[in-house]
């Protein structure tokens, strides 16, 4: 893999923590910081409304700027926002919790589009193995990210959680660092002279493969949000676990939907995505049939656990299967279209578990997720027939 690579999976590892931070404590401390226990899930919530008010912004920037300074932006808004973080520690105040959440949120759309930069930066052949290369950095985030949470979580913490937001702007800072002195803009592999122009987003849109593809990141991310938002939640408040057994459960989670990365690629070329797309369908069922089984830590565990492989192959194939239904001038605008659908359903999802949590419990929670499997899996029958039946009429 070119440099470029290596120095996004870093980056992504340092930048990405901002997300299981924030899942791990924003719920935790939200509740601490408001009288309204319906709301102690928003901050976690608002990170994701963050990211899709950023997406199409940040496509835009890329387009025009370049993916290097883009990238450096979004850290050093990262590391602000963090700061910001750490004001709302320090004073106590949830509006001001939820504004760190969303500037969170809007850094975390730009390092979601590490993975586009991968791809570009490799031939053809091998962009979905860069892309998945990137999701790796997810691993060191997904313990990182908890463990910098946990630095000011202490029963004797006078202001609680306001070193680990200290910890983490630094963090931001090392991100930027490392971008700065290793990503090479002029190494990327510009894939077509012309970055505007193209087709109407409503005939690419036509194209059943676009739908699969953006349906499969899409129900990936939101069923993933969605029962992850509500865990740390579920756990220490029903289910009388403590803090250390939730941040467990979130770290293994996490490592979970990144540690497939490291056979994505290897799974696409010898299974496909089709089959890979649906064993992550399968993946979800199972974590749905565990989680109604119980709620002791293992049972939480083997959920969340099935729920992250799940998540891997769901969003690493759409994300391969993308680039394959535009055309390289379409690239932004189908891209940042793809973000915008994906986290605007994951924002949804993250919105919503707090209420659904307070309102119909944990395995009220989880079989509220099936029918957004049902619909992806309907797309996806859809596009496997009709590209059997292309394939027979060529014949």
Not at 198 to 226: D, H, K, Q
Not at 362 to 384: C, D, R, Y
Request: net charge neutral; aromatic share 8%; hydrophobic share 55%.
């Amino acid at each position: 893999m070119p440099l470029n690579v290596w120095v996004l999976i870093v980056s992504q590892a340092l930048a990405m923590c901002m997300a299981p931070f924030i899942v791990f404590i924003g719920s935790i401390q939200g509740r601490l910081l408001t009288t309204h226990p319906e709301l102690a899930t928003l901050p976690v919530g608002l990170v994701v409304v963050g990211t899709v008010l950023a997406v199409k912004p940040s496509a835009a920037l890329a387009e025009r700027l370049g993916r290097k300074q883009v990238m450096l932006l979004g850290t050093l808004c990262g590391s602000s926002f963090a700061g910001i973080g750490a004001l709302a520690s320090w004073l106590s105040s949830f509006p001001l919790l939820c504004i760190a959440a969303i500037g969170g949120g809007s850094a975390l759309a730009v390092v979601h589009q590490y993975r586009f930069a991968a791809m570009e930066s490799v031939p053809s052949e091998l962009a979905g193995t860069a892309a998945a290369r990137v999701l790796l950095g997810g691993l060191v985030a997904a313990w990182l990210g908890p463990e910098i949470a946990a630095l000011g979580s202490g029963q004797g913490e006078a202001y609680p959680f306001l070193f680990s937001w200290v910890g983490l702007a630094a963090v931001q800072l090392v991100a930027a660092l490392v971008l700065a002195l290793g990503y090479r803009s002029a190494s990327e592999r510009v894939r077509s002279q012309q970055s505007g122009g193209g087709r109407p987003l409503s005939e690419i849109l036509r194209n059943p493969l676009i739908l699969v593809a953006i349906s499969s990141a899409a129900v990936g991310y939101a069923v993933m949000s969605f029962i992850m938002t509500a865990t740390p939640l579920s756990m220490t408040e029903l289910a009388d676990h403590d803090l250390n057994d939730a941040k467990q459960v979130i770290q293994l989670h996490i490592m979970a939907m990144y540690l497939p990365s490291l056979i994505s690629g290897w799974l696409i070329r010898t299974i496909g995505i089709p089959v890979l797309m649906v064993t992550g369908l399968l993946l979800y069922l199972a974590c749905i049939g565990l989680a109604l089984g119980g709620v002791s830590f293992h049972h939480y565990l083997g959920a969340l656990l099935m729920l992250g492989v799940g998540w891997n192959f769901l969003f690493v194939g759409g994300t391969s299967l993308l680039p394959e239904g535009y055309r390289d001038e379409e690239r932004f605008r189908v891209q940042g279209l793809n973000d915008m659908v994906v986290f605007s359903a994951q924002a949804s999802a993250a919105l919503s578990a707090g209420a659904v949590l307070s309102w119909a419990g944990w395995g009220g929670l989880v079989v509220t997720a099936i029918p957004l499997l049902v619909l992806h899996g309907a797309l996806l029958a859809t596009w496997w027939i009709s590209t059997r039946s292309a394939v027979r009429s060529h014949d």
